[in-house]
């Protein structure tokens, strides 16, 4: 589980799919109170899921992006995900399993509020070393921005086997 500084709770698995439960007092802009009230349950303003896709290699191109879904209450605020791909090495260097910015940020389209948000791309992979990938993820809904959170916890070890 992920906290971000509104106090929204992020609850995530290792394939990539995630749970956010948003604080009656973050809707507004401002930072929970720290009593761990959340907004009703289920399909309601409080909850969205999601989840990152399940990155994968492509003819040398790394496949990646994010979905997430919000119960809709009004069309007057924009609902949009932002997704950035970060690596890490993953031999046994003393910096690996520090993630730094591949590719990205990628954003759905902004419009006016829809329940779904997608946001995928594609960025060629040029190495012949194993990398570890996550999406660093931050979800818009009812104007406020939640996150960022990483998805799948942990990250996936993706092998781009680049060829001279």
Do not use: M, R
């Given at each position: 589980m992920q906290i971000d500084k509104l106090g929204a709770k992020i609850i995530s698995d290792a394939g990539g799919n995630y749970v956010?439960?948003?604080p009656?007092?973050?809707?507004?802009?401002?930072?929970?109170k720290n009593d761990g009230r959340m907004m009703a349950s289920g399909w309601s303003v409080g909850v969205c899921t999601?989840?990152?896709i399940d990155m994968h290699i492509l003819n040398n191109t790394i496949v990646w992006g994010a979905t997430s879904s919000c119960a809709?209450?009004?069309?007057?605020?924009?609902?949009?995900?932002?997704?950035?791909?970060r690596s890490t090495c993953s031999a046994g260097?003393?910096?690996?399993?520090?993630?730094?910015?591949?590719a990205g940020p990628v954003r759905s389209n902004n419009s006016q509020y829809s329940r779904v948000a997608n946001a995928y791309e594609q960025t060629r992979c040029d190495t012949s070393q194993n990398y570890t990938f996550d999406q660093y993820?931050?979800?818009t809904v009812r104007g406020t921005q939640y996150g960022p959170f990483s998805v799948p916890a942990g990250g996936k070890t993706l092998p781009c086997n680049v060829t001279a």
């Open positions: 956010l439960q948003i009656e007092d973050a809707s507004n802009g401002k930072k929970a999601g989840s990152g809709s209450t009004t069309s007057l605020y924009p609902h949009y995900i932002d997704v950035t791909l260097w003393p910096l690996c399993g520090i993630f730094s910015p591949e993820i931050k979800v």
